[in-house]
C-alpha cells in the first residue's frame, strides 16, 4: 500500500481483519446516485466527479442511467444528458481507472452496449435479479466478444437462499462472467448475511474468481455490509461519494475506503482527495439539497426488502392517491416484488387509496 494514502491513527499492534489484503472500489456515483437526482446529471457534473474521483485513484467509475444502458425512458424516468455523451466525458477525464456501464437485459441492449463500447467503456455489469440469471447469457457473451471485462450483478440477494445465489452465480460465470457480485438492491441484508452468501459464491466457483458487494444503506448497514463481504473474501467493493444512490443511498465511497484502510486493505485510494470530491462537487452542487438518508421510506425498504429505485416512484404515488409511502412499500414488499414491476407501485397505491375511502 502507498504510504501516502496510510491512516495516520496508530493501531493497536494486532493487524486488521484485512491486512495486507488488496481491495478494489467501483465508485457508482455516477450511476447509482443517478436515482437521487432523478437521473438529471449535466455533462459538468459528470466531468467534475469523474476527475475527482481519478485524481484518488478511485479504480473503477460506473456511468449510467440509474436504470443502466437504455433506461432513458418514461418508466424509468428520463435523463438530462444522454447516457453516452456521459460516458463519452467521462471517458475523457479517466486515465488509470476504469470505466464501467450498467446493463439489465430487457432494458438494455446489446447495440446500445455496442454503442457504449464505442464511447469508452472497459467494464460492463451485466445486472438481472437473483433468480434470473440465465436472461444474462447473450449479454455477457456478446460483451465477451466485444472484449470487455465482465461483472455478472446478481440484484436483491436477500431474496434466495446463499446456496441458490451461487447456483445462479454459477450461470453467469460459465456464460463469461469474469466476476460476480452480490448486491443487496434493498439494503435488507445484515452482515452475517452478507458473509454467508460471498461464502457461498467462493465455495461454488472457487478461488480464482473475483467477488464484489454492492451495499445499500436502507437499515443503515452499508459501510458494515462491504466490510462483512471483503472479510468474507470478495476483492470489490462498490460505493458512492456520499452515498448517493437509490434508496437511503449506497455505502459512502469516502466513509467505505477510510474503514477498509483502518482494517489493513490496501486499496490505493487517497481518502483526503475522496473527501474532497464528496464534498466539494457531490454535496455542495451535484446532489444539493438530494443527499438521501435512512428517513421513514428508506428505511421500509429496507424492512419490507424492497428495490431501493422504488423509493422516489412510491413518494409520487402516496402524494398523488393520498396515501402512505411506508403502507406501499410495505405492501409491495408482502407481493414480492422485484425490479421491472415498478406499476405495481400506482396499483398497490390505489387499492390502499380505494380501501382508505371505504372504510
Do not use: W
Not at 454492492?214 to 467493493?237: D, F, P, Q, R, Y
Amino acid at each position: 500500500m502507498n504510504d501516502t494514502f496510510s491512516s495516520p491513527v496508530v493501531g493497536d499492534g494486532a493487524g486488521g481483519p484485512l491486512d495486507g489484503r488488496r481491495i478494489q472500489v467501483c465508485d457508482t456515483t455516477l450511476r447509482d446516485g443517478s436515482h437521487s437526482v432523478a437521473h438529471r446529471f449535466t455533462a459538468a457534473q459528470v466531468r467534475a466527479v469523474t476527475r475527482g474521483l481519478e485524481a484518488a485513484r478511485v479504480q473503477v467509475v460506473e456511468v449510467t442511467h440509474g436504470d443502466g444502458l437504455g433506461g432513458s425512458s418514461f418508466n424509468y424516468g428520463f435523463s438530462h444528458t444522454e447516457e453516452i455523451e456521459l460516458i463519452r466525458v467521462a471517458r475523457a477525464e479517466l486515465s488509470q481507472a476504469r470505466l464501467a456501464a450498467l446493463l439489465l437485459p430487457g432494458i438494455g441492449t446489446v447495440d446500445q452496449l455496442k454503442e457504449a463500447v464505442d464511447a469508452g467503456i472497459d467494464v460492463v455489469r451485466v445486472a438481472t435479479h437473483c433468480t434470473e440469471a440465465d436472461i444474462a447469457i447473450q449479454h455477457l457473451q456478446a460483451a465477451k466478444r466485444l472484449g470487455l471485462e465482465t461483472v455478472g450483478f446478481l440484484m436483491l440477494s436477500h431474496m434466495i437462499s446463499p446456496e441458490g445465489l451461487a447456483a445462479q452465480a454459477r450461470i453467469m460465470r460459465d456464460a463469461g462472467a469474469d466476476t460476480l457480485y452480490v448486491v443487496d438492491s434493498a439494503g435488507a441484508l445484515l452482515p452475517h448475511q452478507v458473509a454467508h452468501r460471498v461464502q457461498a459464491l467462493r465455495a461454488e466457483l472457487g478461488d480464482e474468481v473475483p467477488l464484489g458487494m454492492h451495499a445499500h444503506n436502507n437499515l443503515g448497514c452499508g459501510v458494515a455490509n462491504a466490510l462483512a463481504a471483503a472479510e468474507a473474501g470478495a476483492s470489490i467493493l462498490d460505493g458512492s461519494l456520499r452515498g448517493l444512490g437509490a434508496g437511503a443511498g449506497n455505502a459512502a465511497t469516502e466513509v467505505l475506503v477510510a474503514v477498509l484502510d483502518r482494517a489493513g486493505a490496501a486499496t490505493g485510494i487517497d481518502v483526503s482527495a475522496l473527501t474532497d470530491v464528496a464534498e466539494d462537487v457531490v454535496a455542495r452542487t451535484v446532489a444539493a439539497g438530494l443527499l438521501p438518508a435512512v428517513d421513514r421510506g428508506s428505511l421500509m425498504l429496507g424492512f419490507a426488502g424492497v428495490y431501493s429505485s422504488f423509493l422516489l416512484h412510491a413518494r409520487r404515488a402516496a402524494e398523488r392517491f393520498g396515501v402512505s409511502e411506508a403502507d406501499i412499500i410495505l405492501e409491495l414488499g408482502r407481493r414480492r416484488v422485484v425490479g421491472g414491476q415498478e406499476d405495481m407501485i400506482v396499483d398497490v397505491a390505489l387499492r390502499l387509496a380505494a380501501a382508505t375511502k371505504s372504510a
